[in-house]
Every structure is written in structure tokens, then in C-alpha cells.
């Protein structure tokens, strides 16, 4: 069982602890409302995560694949798929299931080469999902909603892309040539998002 890596910076911590503070926050609302499908998400989805994260099942990219199936068969039967716009569940899985492995695969192609500690990947493939979940949503807008709702994707999407046991690559990268890295995958990403809109618009 591997160490608690993501806990290797400050940073790290911070991001983790907030989305998981998050989630307590959502399950309490989910108790608070009546939606217990929200609450059962918010409470299962972390812990199945963290624990996977512990174990470090493989392969790589099936495990990513089964894990994100499941996440986003919940959401979308708890009404939150393709933030609350999937009209069915099919639209949901093609619409978001090919950017979560597509930035899987990106991650794992440079996880063999390049040196990467598992904090940086938290946050770098975290802040992904805060474009996808937060900005483009337009959570970001809203000071309360950014606070509920901000941290989750450090862990939806940072934490889900170090569950299975990744290579590690030895060549180390500055921090610039990482920041170019980081630019290239959201790119890639958005460009994968455009095509299944284009392919499945709704």
C-alpha cells in the first residue's frame, strides 16, 4: 500500500482537504434537502477514491475507464450528468467519458518519461477539471458556489488519474516546460470536448 503522496507538499494538502471538505459540505446539504442520491455520492465517490488511491490497482487506463463509468452513472442518475444538461445516460458517457481518458492517457504518456511527484499531478490535473467543472459552469462566478463546489475537482479529476500504480519516469522538467505540458493536455482535452459535442450534440 503506497504512502500518501499527494500529502508532499502544502499545496497538495490544501487541495485535498478542501475537496474533501467540499464533499462534506454536499452530503450535508443532500441530508439537509432530501437528496440522498447526492448524499450517497458525495459520501462513496471520496472514499472509493481515497482507498483505490492506497491500493494502487492496475492496469492503468480499464481501471480509470471502470471508475469514471461508475462516477458518472451516479451523477447522471442523481441529475448532476454534463452539470445537470444530459438528457440521457448515453449522452452523458459520450459526451464526458472521452475527456477524463483522453486526460488519463495524456498523464500517462508523460508519467513514464518525465519525473512527476504525485502532489503535481494532483494539482495540475485538478486544475483541468476546475476549467471543465467550475469555469465553464460558471460556478466560478459565485463566491459561495466556488467554495462548496471548488474543491471537488482535486479530487474527481487530480486524485482519479494517481488511483492506479503509474510509472515513473527519471527525467526531470522545469517548471516552465511543465506549465507548457499542462497547457498542451487542457488543449487536447477541450478539442476532444468540441468533438463529442460535434459528434453527440444532445
Same mark, same amino acid.
Given at each position: 500500500?503506497?504512502?500518501?503522496?499527494?500529502?508532499?507538499?502544502? +499545496?497538495?494538502?490544501?487541495?485535498?482537504?478542501?475537496?474533501? %471538505? /467540499?464533499?462534506?459540505?454536499?452530503?450535508?446539504?443532500?441530508?439537509?434537502?432530501?437528496?440522498? *442520491?447526492?448524499?450517497?455520492?458525495?459520501?462513496? @465517490?471520496? @472514499?472509493?477514491?481515497?482507498?483505490?488511491?492506497?491500493?494502487?490497482?492496475?492496469?492503468?487506463?480499464?481501471?480509470?475507464?471502470?471508475?469514471?463509468?461508475?462516477?458518472?452513472? +451516479?451523477?447522471?442518475?442523481? *441529475?448532476?450528468?454534463?452539470?445537470?444538461? %444530459?438528457?440521457?445516460?448515453?449522452?452523458?458517457?459520450?459526451?464526458?467519458?472521452?475527456?477524463?481518458?483522453?486526460?488519463?492517457?495524456?498523464?500517462? #504518456?508523460?508519467?513514464?518519461?518525465?519525473?512527476?511527484? /504525485?502532489?503535481? @499531478?494532483?494539482?495540475? %490535473?485538478?486544475?483541468?477539471?476546475?476549467?471543465?467543472?467550475? @469555469?465553464?459552469?460558471?460556478?466560478?462566478?459565485?463566491?459561495?458556489?466556488?467554495?462548496?463546489? *471548488? $474543491?471537488?475537482?482535486?479530487?474527481?479529476? $487530480?486524485?482519479?488519474?494517481?488511483?492506479? #500504480?503509474?510509472?515513473? $519516469? /527519471? #527525467?526531470?522538467?522545469? %517548471?516552465?516546460?511543465?506549465?507548457?505540458?499542462?497547457?498542451?493536455?487542457?488543449?487536447?482535452?477541450?478539442?476532444?470536448?468540441?468533438?463529442?459535442? +460535434?459528434?453527440?450534440? *444532445?
Amino acid at each position: 500500500m503506497r504512502e500518501f503522496g499527494i500529502f508532499g507538499s502544502n +499545496i497538495g494538502k490544501i487541495l485535498f482537504i478542501w475537496g474533501m %471538505a /467540499d464533499f462534506v459540505i454536499l452530503f450535508l446539504l443532500g441530508v439537509t434537502e432530501g437528496n440522498y *442520491g447526492l448524499s450517497f455520492y458525495v459520501v462513496v @465517490i471520496p @472514499i472509493i477514491y481515497v482507498y483505490l488511491y492506497l491500493l494502487e490497482p492496475r492496469p492503468y487506463l480499464p481501471t480509470i475507464l471502470f471508475l469514471v463509468i461508475i462516477e458518472e452513472t +451516479i451523477v447522471y442518475y442523481i *441529475g448532476g450528468g454534463l452539470h445537470g444538461e %444530459a438528457t440521457s445516460l448515453v449522452e452523458d458517457y459520450v459526451r464526458a467519458i472521452p475527456i477524463f481518458i483522453t486526460m488519463a492517457y495524456l498523464w500517462l #504518456k508523460y508519467m513514464r518519461k518525465y519525473n512527476y511527484r /504525485d502532489y503535481e @499531478i494532483l494539482v495540475m %490535473a485538478g486544475l483541468h477539471g476546475f476549467f471543465f467543472e467550475i @469555469i465553464l459552469s460558471g460556478i466560478i462566478l459565485s463566491p459561495l458556489l466556488l467554495m462548496i463546489f *471548488g $474543491g471537488t475537482p482535486f479530487v474527481l479529476y $487530480g486524485l482519479l488519474v494517481l488511483i492506479p #500504480k503509474r510509472p515513473r $519516469g /527519471d #527525467k526531470d522538467i522545469g %517548471a516552465v516546460k511543465k506549465m507548457v505540458f499542462w497547457l498542451m493536455f487542457l488543449f487536447v482535452e477541450i478539442l476532444v470536448g468540441i468533438a463529442t459535442y +460535434i459528434v453527440y450534440p *444532445g
